[in-house]
């Protein structure tokens, strides 16, 4: 569990849980889920990613990453999202989002890790595909960060209108190789782990939600298809996704998808996905 000292002293005496996220981050999406499938009651500190909120001296006193989710509960600080939902299943353990069999808690972790793993490929297609309607890092920013990759990838980010050929086609072919395994994984059965929705449906749901945003072909995966249609009647998903996901917001990433799309710059031309 990534538990960490803050530099704001304002930290320890919290009570209750408290959450620094952004709308559209897919890693606070995934806590919001599971706050929301415990019926659980947290504050709210919501920050703004293109407007710099995650860059300003103090945020970075309290995360010195720079990164959200930020998770404090009753004064300890925890960030990464895969553990901050671990730790919220087994301290409110009703819903349970965990199976109690061995082996098929052991699936259970295995999709979160590499789930986790994904979380590179789904930054690099993000950016490059939705997120340049809407953000952007200076250089003074991003020298704030204690955090190398994700310097060192904005700068890239930064360096031009588009990121390199290979980086991109690289992400799509992993990302294409995450839908494939899901997909067979989702072959005999409506949820990854067992007969109800556990953790690993919820580590992968803000991954799939944010390639339908991303015009994604998704029809290539049937299986994929159908447990997401599922994963959009949950409570986890219309209260940690969606109402959070300002509609202006989305009209406005779809318009800028299909714009780029109608000009021949569509993640459906690179890697695997244009073979």
């Known amino acids: 569990m990534p538990i960490i000292e803050s530099r704001d002293p304002s930290i320890k005496d919290l009570k209750g849980m408290h959450l620094w996220h952004d709308d559209l981050s897919s890693c606070s999406q995934r806590v919001r889920a599971v706050l929301a499938e415990k019926g659980l009651d947290w504050e709210s500190h919501l920050l703004k990613i293109p407007k ?6 103090e945020f970075l006193a309290i995360n010195p990453m720079g990164l959200v ?3 404090v509960h009753d004064g300890v600080l925890m960030t ?4 901050i939902i671990v730790y919220l299943d087994k301290i409110f353990p009703e819903p349970a989002l965990r199976p109690t069999e061995s082996d098929e808690l052991q699936q259970m972790k295995h999709w979160m890790e590499i789930t986790d793993k ?4 789904l930054k690099v297609l993000s950016h490059e595909f939705i997120f340049r309607a809407v953000r952007n890092i200076s250089a003074e920013q991003t020298e704030m960060f204690e955090n190398d990759v994700l310097v060192e990838f904005i700068k890239v980010y930064n360096h031009s209108d588009k990121l390199p050929t290979d980086m991109i086609s690289q992400s799509v ?5 995450w839908f494939q395994d899901l997909d067979s994984a989702l072959a005999d059965r409506n949820w990854l782990v067992g007969g109800r929705m556990t953790l690993a449906d919820i580590a992968c749901m803000p991954n799939a ?5 991303m015009d994604w072909p998704v029809e290539k995966y049937p299986n994929v298809v159908n447990w997401h249609n599922q994963i959009k009647e949950t409570k986890g998903y219309r209260a940690g996704i969606i109402d959070w996901e300002p509609t202006h917001v989305r009209e406005l990433l779809s318009d800028f998808v299909h714009s780029r799309g109608n000009d021949g710059y569509h993640v459906c031309k690179f890697g695997v996905l244009a073979a």
């Open 69 to 71: 989710p930020v998770f």
């Open 52 to 57: 710099g909120e995650t860059t300003t001296p």
């Open 209 to 213: 939600h944010r390639f339908e945003l």
């Open 80 to 83: 990464e999202s895969m553990d």
């Open 173 to 177: 072919n992993n990302t294409d190789h």
């Open 118 to 121: 994904a979380q590179y490929d």
